[in-house]
T-cell receptor
Framework: DAKTTQPTSMDCAEGRAANLPCNHS???????VYWYRQIHSQGPQYIIH???NNETNEMASLIITEDRKSSTLILPHATLRDTAVYYC????????????????FGQGTELSVKP | GAVVSQHPSWVICKSGTSVKIECRSL??????MFWYRQFPKQSLMLMAT?????????EQGVEKDKFLINHASLTLSTLTVTSAHPEDSSFYIC?????????????FGPGTRLTVL
């Protein structure tokens, strides 16, 4: 699975959009981009994933560049409860049911949302 | 999203004893579950892939005789830390793949904090 690069930490003001970048320049054509977050002392929480099209759900939006070498996770209106470590992971999709490969975590971005 | 539970949420044991941690998928079946370990201020490290009805697949450097994994049903995987020592103290997290879901996402348990005295 391809390696990802994320900034170590970021700050965001409460109520503003948080834009978390991720570089995955060695991504392969069959690899998806996944985002998880981990609030202190809890298990990771799935946020969103995508292949090449931009995706949006109730939690966030995922913007993937046309060359797929980087992506941005957008939390449109950050709250204090969004303070967490955010992990960008690329994972291969295999099998007819998109069973996928292992999730290998990097160091992630520690997002601090401040009042 | 789907729910994964772990039991216990925390455990303290004496050095040399064995500790069993349970991971359950509550509202879906999971042929594949994963076990991770996380030390303070560090990221999650994948230990092994647990496969229902067959042997687990361990990552390089993880001792299979020390970390015993049993995946006896489609909703339960267990991790037993045998002859635990203080250096095994860590946050152990399991995850389960929802193969019935559209995106095949992995859902994580809340974690088990193990302290070995």
């Amino acid at each position: 699975d391809a390696k990802t690069t994320q900034p170590t930490s970021m700050d965001c003001a409460e109520g503003r959009a948080a834009n978390l970048p991720c570089n995955h320049s060695t991504i392969s054509g069959n690899e998806y981009v996944y985002w998880y977050r981990q609030i202190h002392s809890q298990g990771p929480q799935y946020i969103i994933h995508g292949l090449k099209n931009n995706e949006t759900n109730e939690m966030a939006s995922l913007i993937i560049t046309e060359d797929r070498k980087s992506s941005t996770l957008i939390l449109p209106h950050a709250t204090l409860r969004d303070t967490a470590v955010y992990y960008c992971i690329v994972r291969v999709a295999t099998g007819i049911y998109n069973q996928g490969g292992k999730l290998i975590f990097g160091q992630g971005t520690e997002l601090s949302v401040k009042p | 999203g789907a729910v994964v539970s772990q039991h216990p949420s925390w455990v303290i044991c004496k050095s040399g004893t064995s500790v069993k941690i349970e991971c359950r998928s509550l509202d879906f079946q999971a042929t594949t579950m994963f076990w991770y370990r996380q030390f303070p201020k560090q990221s999650l490290m994948l230990m092994a892939t647990s496969n229902e009805g067959s042997k687990a697949t361990y990552e390089q450097g993880v001792e299979k005789d020390k970390f015993l994994i049993n995946h006896a049903s489609l909703t339960l995987s267990t991790l037993t830390v045998t002859s635990a020592h203080p250096e095994d103290s860590s946050f152990y997290i399991c995850s389960a793949r929802d193969e019935g879901g559209a995106g095949n996402e992995q859902f994580f348990g809340p974690g088990t904090r193990l302290t070995v005295l």
